[in-house]
């Protein structure tokens, strides 16, 4: 039996012809088959408007003869696109909660949000880790723009409010998003409404009877802790309630969230509640109060920050702000897409709101 298309192997086995794999067919093969060039192969996938019709239409019937699928190098070929999406994460906070395997998905709800948008562009996501404190981060990052040539560039904390980082990128004239940060600076901004987030958690305490309520700020390098810090002094305010002697600071930690904990639960004047910024240091807090004798919630209410898959399964199950990391990290593909084909961008900062996840660790102040 002879092998009739010209994209077949022509190596038989006991008479059986031996396809090429679907895998294997190239931009190259279309071109061909179509009688086009590879650029115009490259500006029908793209769906670029200079294409006739007519033209279109012979290159897409040879896609579906050959079973082409389109590669990232085939969709670069027409020069305005890279079809690459960089996210950068800190790398040592990053690798931190890997090696403890504790449960923190931020980067999984990131990484699902911002691929699967990704993907619905044509796009594909690409997380590099980097340490924000390197003295070497800009010629770090300019070897990995080199390299890559991305599209548009998605900040995560501190990423997004280090000035080393979005000066380079605003020079690169590269699109970025500022996930969790409200400095414009040219960039796109988007914020998860920290400060609303914190004073609704407060509210809630208070709502419940609780006066003394304390506060777990988080590292001070990240402008959302200041933010979460302001939303529950602000709260505490316009309940006519003092914050002195309230507010411990951590740094995201688990041991730091230790440290806090103790700090306010020691004094002779205790809370009745604490707001952690984070669910490690919300964890702290909660075994640290029944190491000291104290039951949650009767004793001391606790709610966290975050919503990680970790604090459902505590004792008790920990009442969190939930984070919209996925969506947020969806939103700013679109924008970052969207400012680098020229569209117009909607007011900054976009604010996509958290919630409030009611479980077992509130309840009203004893006595």
């Keep these: 039996m002879r092998c009739r298309s010209r994209y077949r192997s022509r190596l038989s086995v006991r008479g059986i012809c031996v396809g090429r794999r679907r895998q294997s067919v190239t931009i ?22 200079n294409v006739r019709p007519e033209m279109k239409e012979r290159v897409q019937a040879s896609i579906d003869k050959l079973g082409y699928v389109p590669s990232i190098a085939a969709q670069r070929m027409s020069g305005s696109r890279s079809y690459l999406i960089l996210a950068l994460n800190d790398r040592e906070r990053t690798m931190e909660n890997w090696k403890a395997r504790e ?64 000066d380079l990128l605003e020079k690169q004239k590269i699109p970025f998003a500022r996930i969790g940060s409200r400095d414009n600076g040219g960039s796109i901004s988007l914020t998860m409404g920290d400060n609303r987030m914190a004073a609704m958690a407060t509210r809630y305490l208070i709502e419940k009877g609780h006066e003394r309520i304390a506060f777990i700020a988080g590292a001070e390098e990240y402008a959302l802790s200041h933010r979460r810090k ?19 600071r951590g740094d995201f930690s688990y041991a730091s969230g230790e440290k806090a904990t103790r700090a306010l639960l020691s004094g002779s004047a205790r809370p009745t509640a604490i707001i952690a910024s984070n669910d490690q240091m919300a964890m702290a807090a909660n075994a640290v109060a029944h190491e000291m004798g104290m039951r949650v919630p009767g004793d001391v209410s606790i709610i966290s920050f975050d919503n990680t898959p970790v604090v459902r399964f505590v004792q008790p199950p920990l009442t969190a702000i939930d984070q919209p990391i996925a969506e947020v990290t969806s939103r700013a593909v679109d924008l970052v ?13 976009v604010v996509v709101e958290g919630r409030l996840i009611e479980r077992d660790s509130v309840a009203r102040p004893r006595g």
């Design 28 to 49: 190259k093969h279309v071109a061909a088959d179509a009688g086009v060039s590879l650029q115009t192969v490259s500006r029908v996938i793209n769906n670029e408007a």
């Design 103 to 166: 449960g923190n998905d931020w980067v999984d709800q990131m990484l699902m949000g911002g691929m699967l948008q990704c993907a619905e562009h044509g796009y594909r996501l690409l997380l590099e880790l980097v340490d924000t404190h390197d003295d070497n981060i800009q010629r770090e990052l300019k070897a990995t723009i080199a390299a890559l040539q991305p599209d548009g560039v998605i900040l995560t904390p501190p990423h997004s409010d280090n000035p080393l980082i979005t």
């Design 230 to 248: 302001q939303g529950w002094r602000d709260a505490m305010a316009q309940a006519g309630l003092s914050t002195e002697g309230l507010c411990e």
């Design 337 to 349: 897409i969207a400012a680098h084909r020229g569209d117009d961008l909607p007011d900054m900062p």
